[in-house]
Every structure is written in structure tokens, then in C-alpha cells.
């Protein structure tokens, strides 16, 4: 209990901490408690037109990694009007598989293509309780922000969003590919 380092280290052989950085087997998944009933979920729309992420991208600074691997732009450079632009709905169908009436959460994660730089394996956007009765499906909604949800924090404390790929899940098997480039 002394070690509090949440990021894993294979080296040491030390798993990680918290659902964003644990990479070991959990007993159980992170906000998927106990239920009567069984649901399934999937992501049915997210994202934007790509040509508007270009649009609002076009006059904003990108700046390369320190490797020139990949490169990134600052959330303050994009600014607040066109954070607000780049905002979107994500809808996820759930529905009651089960032989009971139930209450289901919602969990809708982003992932990174790689947890290099200090990247979480995954990170929790949001969650909505939905009620369903036996075979009902519902379509639960999310507002997306890039800025907000898509940004990590570096070193220097500077929060910025890595250009190319983010995934928006719903769970390990549903993901949503969203492009974030201008």
C-alpha cells in the first residue's frame, strides 16, 4: 500500500492502478456491478464530418513531439468558440436481453491508440442510468467534448489533444474510430 504509481511498469512486474492505467486481469470490469437481468450495448452514431475537424483545425498551431513521432495541438491554442464547435452527439443502443425489468449504467470510455507518453489504457467520458423493461431497447446520448474528453495533460502541466485516431467504446468489443486532424 505504500506504492502509489498508478501507471504500470512491465519491468517491475507492477500492473498499474485504477481502470485507466491497471493492465492485469480484473475480477471484475470497472462500473459493471451485479444484475438480474443481462443487457448488451452498442455504439450506433459519434463524430463528426471530418471535413468540419479540418475546418476548425486549419488556423491552429500543430506541434510535433519531442521524437517527431507524432504531434499534437494545445487545447488553449484551439480556444473555447471552436472547442464548442467540435462538440458532438455519441448515441449507444442498450437493450434488455434478460427475463427481468432492470436498470442498467451506460460507461462510455475514450482510448488512446497507444498508452506511450503516459496515456491511460482508457478514461471515463460519462455514464447514464437507463431503466428497461424485458426486450427494450433505448438509445442513450452523450455529449462528446474533444477538448474536454479527447485531451490529455503533459508533463508541463499544458493540456493538449494528439492528433490522428481516438476511440470512443462502450465496451472492449464496441469502439468507434473517431479522426481528430486537420
Same mark, same amino acid.
Given at each position: ?99 427481468? =425489468?432492470?436498470?442498467?449504467?451506460? &460507461? /462510455? ?6 498508452? %506511450?507518453? !503516459?496515456?491511460? +489504457? ?39 489533444? =494528439?492528433?490522428?485516431?481516438?476511440? &470512443? /467504446? ?6 468507434? %474510430?473517431? !479522426?481528430?486532424? +486537420?
Amino acid at each position: 500500500m505504500t506504492d502509489m504509481r498508478m501507471r504500470a511498469d512491465a519491468a517491475a512486474g507492477y500492473p498499474g492502478r485504477s481502470y485507466r492505467f491497471y493492465q492485469g486481469k480484473a475480477v471484475y470490469k470497472f462500473g459493471y456491478g451485479l444484475s438480474y437481468s443481462t443487457f448488451s450495448r452498442r455504439l450506433v452514431a459519434g463524430g463528426k464530418n471530418p471535413a468540419l475537424y479540418t475546418n476548425v483545425l486549419a488556423s491552429v498551431r500543430e506541434t510535433m513531439t519531442e521524437d517527431g513521432v507524432a504531434s499534437y495541438y494545445h487545447v488553449d491554442d484551439i480556444g473555447a468558440d471552436r472547442c464548442e464547435q467540435l462538440k458532438f452527439l455519441a448515441m449507444v443502443e442498450v437493450q434488455n436481453n434478460g427475463p427481468m =425489468d432492470g436498470k442498467h449504467s451506460v &460507461l /462510455m470510455f475514450i482510448r488512446w491508440p497507444s498508452t %506511450k507518453g !503516459g496515456r491511460p +489504457a482508457r478514461q471515463l467520458i460519462g455514464f447514464r442510468s437507463q431503466h428497461l423493461k424485458v426486450g427494450e431497447k433505448a438509445n442513450v446520448k452523450f455529449e462528446v467534448s474533444p477538448c474536454e474528453h479527447f485531451s490529455r495533460v503533459r508533463e508541463d502541466g499544458r493540456k493538449v489533444i =494528439d492528433k490522428g485516431s481516438h476511440f &470512443l /467504446m462502450v465496451d472492449d468489443d464496441h469502439e468507434m %474510430k473517431i !479522426g481528430f486532424e +486537420a
